[in-house]
């Protein structure tokens, strides 16, 4: 068997993905890296560089990891797809509607594999959340609530690209992208409705470097306390710091997210209420625990079971390398996954649209369904009838 030829478009923060994907003689290879900055090229080991992900395109790769800013993900992929490279496109799919659905249908037109990277659905504490639902340890799922604190937002968030909208839509939907699939992924629907409120309470007025400055020295190694001491934030700043949204899925249930970029700590607080019991995560990391109550009614009490999450190495508790392994074997031989297009999409419009709700005074959007030949590619038992 030869290794996968696998090309990295985009080596910034999250070249360490594509970094273990590179096992020369154990089924996959790096053999060609593309960034628009040349000193990001040294980043990863490859035989070939290059500045134009289409000169990438046009060598002997096999596939390609696209792991861009959020704003160059559709055409990158479109691109890819059209070239016959099967892709492993990292999340959000893209930052509009129209964007995801033109990538959905040039895969379905091209014939060519499409891979979203939502790793959390390889994160253990969501299988371990996603195990107790299945095994009905909590009954019928009626209602999904998602606190995300996010420790350290103005240093990771507002200080490149992610804090200009015109490269992400706004940070509900890029950071979001992921909840709201493992929201849709817990629940067993898609939203069909979303509202959301949201604003940007402190990272707004703090100081700002000039355009084309970069970041300072110490950048993402430091973490300043409180948050209004950051200083040198991106020029351009007109996303959320906080927003806070609602969701009713198709099959009923009603979900809720919220999102604080100055928050302490760093991690997802889920609670799922079914009909006969409540899971709530504490921690997200391996060794954390997943609680569960389901006995019967009372004020606060110890859960009546507490699961573990599994030790895992790796980056995000492990998931990185999971997803990579289901990467490359779909990759290789097709067949369902557990990361799914037609998912990530439908996290995508819920993200989008909770967005312009925001910013329209909390106005409800319905989301619009995929069109039914695209849908029916990917998920033929879906229209089977
Ligand atoms: N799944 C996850 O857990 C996870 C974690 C972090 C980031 N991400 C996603 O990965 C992507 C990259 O994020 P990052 O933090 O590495 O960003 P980054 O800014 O650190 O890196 C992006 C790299 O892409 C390069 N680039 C920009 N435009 C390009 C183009 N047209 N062609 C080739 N190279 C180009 C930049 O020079 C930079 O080196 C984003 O879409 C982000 O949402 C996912």
Not at 70 to 86: F, M, N, Q, S, Y
Not at 210 to 227: D, F, I
Not at 342 to 366: E, I, K, N, Q, W
Request: proline share 6%; charged share 25%.
């Amino acid at each position: 068997m030869h290794d996968l030829r696998l090309g990295v478009i985009g080596a910034g923060q999250r070249s360490t993905l594509a970094a273990t994907a590179h096992r020369p003689g154990r089924g996959c290879r790096i053999t060609a890296v593309c960034d628009t900055d040349p000193a990001a090229l040294t980043r990863l080991p490859a035989e070939r560089t290059f500045t134009d992900y289409r000169d990438l395109l046009e060598s002997d790769v096999d596939a390609v990891l696209v792991a861009t800013p959020d704003d160059t993900h559709a055409e990158i992929a479109v691109a890819a797809l059209r070239a016959g490279k099967t892709v492993y496109l990292e999340k959000p799919l893209a930052i509009t509607i129209d964007d995801c659905d033109e990538v959905l249908r040039t895969a379905a037109e091209t014939g060519t594999r499409l891979y979203l990277g939502h790793n959390m659905r390889h994160m253990g504490v969501v299988r371990l959340m996603r195990e107790v639902v299945a095994r009905g340890e909590i009954g019928v799922p009626k209602t999904i609530w998602v606190r995300h604190f996010v420790g350290r937002g103005g240093e990771y968030y507002f200080k490149d690209w992610h804090a200009d909208r015109r490269r992400t839509t706004g940070l509900l939907l890029q950071k979001a992208a992921h909840d709201i699939d493992v929201i849709h992924w817990l629940a067993g629907g898609y939203t069909e409705r979303v509202s959301a409120f949201g604003d940007l309470m402190v990272y707004g007025d703090l100081d700002r470097r000039p355009p084309g400055t970069p970041p300072a020295e110490g950048w993402l190694r430091e973490w300043p306390w409180p948050p209004e001491s950051s200083t040198g934030l991106h020029h351009r700043i007109d996303v959320e710091d906080v927003s806070v949204m609602n969701m009713r899925l198709d099959n009923g249930v009603i979900a809720a997210y919220q999102q604080c970029h100055f928050s302490p700590d760093y991690w997802r607080n889920y609670t799922v209420i079914g009909t006969r019991g409540r899971l709530e995560n504490l921690g997200d990391g391996p060794g954390s625990v997943v609680r569960v109550w389901n006995s019967g009614q009372s004020a606060y009490r110890e859960p009546d079971a507490t699961y573990r999450v599994p030790e895992a190495a790796g980056g995000h508790g492990g998931a990185d390398e999971a997803i990579i392994e289901e990467f490359l074997r779909f990759a290789r031989h097709g067949g369902p996954t557990d990361t799914s297009p037609v998912a990530a999409r439908m996290s995508v419009a819920a993200g989008y649209l909770a967005t312009l709700s925001l910013r329209d005074g909390g106005t409800p959007f319905d989301v619009p369904p995929l069109d039914a030949a695209t849908l029916r590619y990917f998920m033929p038992e879906k229209l089977s009838d």
